[in-house]
């Protein structure tokens, strides 16, 4: 039986043909940096990354949103983007799974490059981007439907899956409403059950649980957990460092366009108490004035 992620039949073609020696090409903080191979297990032989950026630049205009970055992500682990707003998370991922052109830098995902042969990435990747566009009038289970045939899925198969995921996603009961009557977090649901539906080799989330209840933020995770231990890899942008400290094996930390840390979770963290104050510190954000200045709030009315 073909399960929900059953793994049997995912396409191994992109994990062949990459270098085995992964170079360290962090931008700054490099102290804290770790190459895949140190996250894989230090001596075991490493995995190709899931995700190799080189030199990566997107301006809009006089913004300059992505400055040239490099990042080489672990192939099935749990990555985290994590980076205040505006640091250039969600241009980084529109870059990297192919929806947006970079005006420099080169990206290859499991092994293909995704601007030279984007139909051999496409087939490999499940997107949830930002601002989720859905057909409106269509159920979730037609959505499902349509999303299985468009990959080219056997028919029977795509009854199958959709089926699984919208039972495990805890839409069955919804199956037939139009995705236009859908809540934030169900939106959010059936679009993660479209990105699963081929079981790809990474999927790509920008802020899977904003807007998701705490039960479904546990039920997302649960399968997403299920899929990297498969083999699988998640690369998710949150601002969550909660959610990130207790989900991800990976982080790298983005900000102002850069990347100031990548590596595995410990390293990036050091020696600070928790993600979120080493984070704060590699955002420059320590100290930062609280709202002291505004002494007029909470003043005489
Ligand atoms: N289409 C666009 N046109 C002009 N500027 C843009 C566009 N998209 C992004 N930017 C700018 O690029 C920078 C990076 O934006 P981006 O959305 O990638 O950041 P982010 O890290 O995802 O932020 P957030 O966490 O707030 O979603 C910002 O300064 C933003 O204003």
């Known amino acids: 039986m073909v399960g929900l992620l059953d793994t049997s039949k995912r396409d191994t073609e992109g994990q062949c043909g990459m270098p085995e020696h992964v170079p360290d090409r962090t931008a700054e903080r490099t102290e804290r940096a770790a190459t895949p191979e140190a996250a894989a297990g230090g001596a075991r032989t490493a995995a190709p990354p899931a995700v190799r950026v080189e030199g990566l630049w997107k301006t809009f205009g006089e913004q300059v ?37 970079p005006d420099m830098g080169r990206v290859q995902v499991a092994g293909h490059d ?19 566009r859905l057909f409106e009038r269509l159920s979730g289970r037609e959505l499902l439907g349509y999303t299985g045939r468009l990959r080219g899925l056997p028919g029977d198969e795509v009854d199958k899956r959709a089926t699984q995921l919208l039972d495990v996603l805890d839409l069955a009961g919804s199956q037939h409403k139009l995705v236009v009557d859908y809540s934030t977090g169900m939106r959010k649901k059936i679009g993660l059950a479209a990105a699963l539906l081929h079981n790809p080799e990474v999927l790509f989330l920008d802020e899977p649980f904003e807007g998701v209840d705490p039960v479904s933020a546990q039920t997302i995770r649960g ?10 890899t998640v690369v998710f942008s ?16 983005m900000a102002a366009g850069r990347i100031r840390a990548q590596g595995t979770l410990a390293e990036v ?9 080493a984070f704060l510190e590699l955002v420059g954000a320590q100290g930062r004035d609280t709202g002291e200045s505004l002494d007029w709030l909470g003043g005489a009315r």
């Not at 995704?114 to 989720?132: H, N, Q, S, T, Y």
């Not at 957990?225 to 083999?231: H, K």
Request: with cysteine; proline share 5%.
């Open 65 to 101: 949103a992505v400055a040239g970055i490099d990042l080489d992500l672990p192939a099935g682990q749990f990555v985290g983007l994590v980076g205040p707003n505006g640091a250039g998370k969600t241009t980084t991922l529109s870059m990297v799974t192919g929806l947006l052109r």
């Open 114 to 132: 995704v601007w030279g042969d984007p139909a051999a990435v496409k087939a490999r990747i499940g997107v949830l981007p930002e601002g989720l």
């Open 223 to 232: 399968v997403l957990e299920r899929y990297t231990a498969s083999g699988a």
């Open 238 to 253: 949150s601002h969550v460092m909660e959610l990130v400290e207790s989900l991800c094996d990976w982080v790298a930390v």
């Open 269 to 277: 963290r050091g020696d600070a108490p928790s993600l979120q104050s």
